[in-house]
């Protein structure tokens, strides 16, 4: 049985934003603009390193093609120094997520609730442990500390669909506005969702509420698996990746594969494969995350991404050739990587 929650209270809401990159930058940055008015009491922010010390120094600096501003935040890298929050918001990489749980549990109000932004499958996704019971996948929960320590009842989905970046220290620039589809799965209670959606929408960010979330979820996870593994593979952004046949097919398997997990967990696509591969093809040179953190040389999110989709096809017993393979191999270039 799912455990009962206190209500959020009435009045503004303390918000914890623990990622303060790219797109928890700009979450952080609509909020300390809002302020009251829009229903939100204080914002802090965690980050660390040079953003940190500037963020501190010049306060959040945001910009976009409409506007550009700054607000001071409170800014630091020790979340046991803050008050517990009526909402802590993460927007971390995956493997980023576990080592905080204590850290993110303690940070929490005891009504406090948690949105979790994140790329791929989420910890707080209910998977079939095997035991009559659910757990997170273990890929993005080891051991279930998150499960655990926080609860997934505490966890509201996010998905984020926009591009940002960190052009330099404090300095939050979006390029490609875009949206926040925020929810739960079917038959959990969504008062506190209506609640959120109303506190980030008065913020000025463009918020969804697909229903059921996994619409979203799965629309996103089957083109991420098909998209971002292919292009890491060939270093190539989606629409010259694309303009190779073989390169294609391979993405549309992967993507039909993923469409069919999508089935088994009553998820609905918002699009369809082929009409999606389309319009990737005929777009911009975009390159995904996963492209981007090689070229970078930083950890791939694999994980979440790919290794998560992995433990939920397992658990309908799925094959998933495809997927298995892209996977293994970005698992292997990114353990020769970090032993390079």
């Known amino acids: ?119 791929g499958v989420p910890w707080w996704y209910p998977i079939a442990d095997g035991k009559g019971g659910m757990k997170g996948a ?38 490609v506005p875009g949206y926040l589809d925020i929810g739960r799965l079917p038959g959990q209670d969504r008062a506190d969702v209506d609640r959120i959606a109303a506190l980030l929408s008065a913020s000025g960010l463009q918020i969804r509420q697909t229903q059921p979330l996994q619409n979203a979820l799965f629309s996103k996870l089957y083109a991420n698996c098909g998209f971002n593994s292919v292009c890491a593979l060939s270093r190539a952004p989606m629409n010259r990746m694309l303009q190779v046949p073989e390169l294609a097919e391979l993405t549309r398997e992967i993507m039909q594969e993923v469409a069919e997990i999508a089935h088994a967990e009553k998820a609905e696509l918002l699009e369809d494969p082929a009409s999606r591969i389309a319009r990737a093809r005929d777009g911009a040179a975009f390159k995904p995350s996963t492209l981007q953190d090689l070229e970078k040389g930083r950890p791939m999110e694999i994980e979440p991404i790919f290794g998560a989709t992995l433990s939920v096809a397992r658990s309908h017993g799925i094959a998933t050739p495809k997927l298995e393979l892209v ?14």
């Open 1 to 119: 049985m799912t455990p009962l929650l206190p209500p959020l209270p009435e009045g503004p809401l303390s918000v914890c934003v623990v990622g303060a990159g790219a797109i928890g930058g700009t979450i952080a940055a609509h909020l300390a603009a809002a302020g009251p008015e829009a229903g939100i009491a204080s914002v802090s922010v965690i980050a660390r390193g040079a953003h940190l010390a500037a963020i501190r120094e010049n306060g959040l600096r945001f910009r976009s093609a409409a506007a550009e501003w700054c607000h001071p935040v409170v800014a630091t890298d020790d979340p046991t120094g803050l008050p517990p929050q009526d909402l802590v918001i993460t927007a971390l990489k995956g493997h980023q997520v576990p080592p905080m749980a204590e850290a993110l549990a303690g940070l929490l109000a005891p009504h406090g609730r948690i949105l979790p932004v994140v790329n």
């Open 138 to 175: 273990e890929e993005v929960d080891p051991g279930g500390v998150l499960w655990k320590a926080i609860g997934p009842e505490r966890a509201i989905g996010c998905i984020a669909v926009m591009g940002a970046s960190v052009p330099e220290p404090g300095l939050i620039d979006l390029g």
């Open 327 to 340: 996977t293994a191999l970005l698992r292997t270039m990114d353990r020769e990587i970090g032993e390079g």
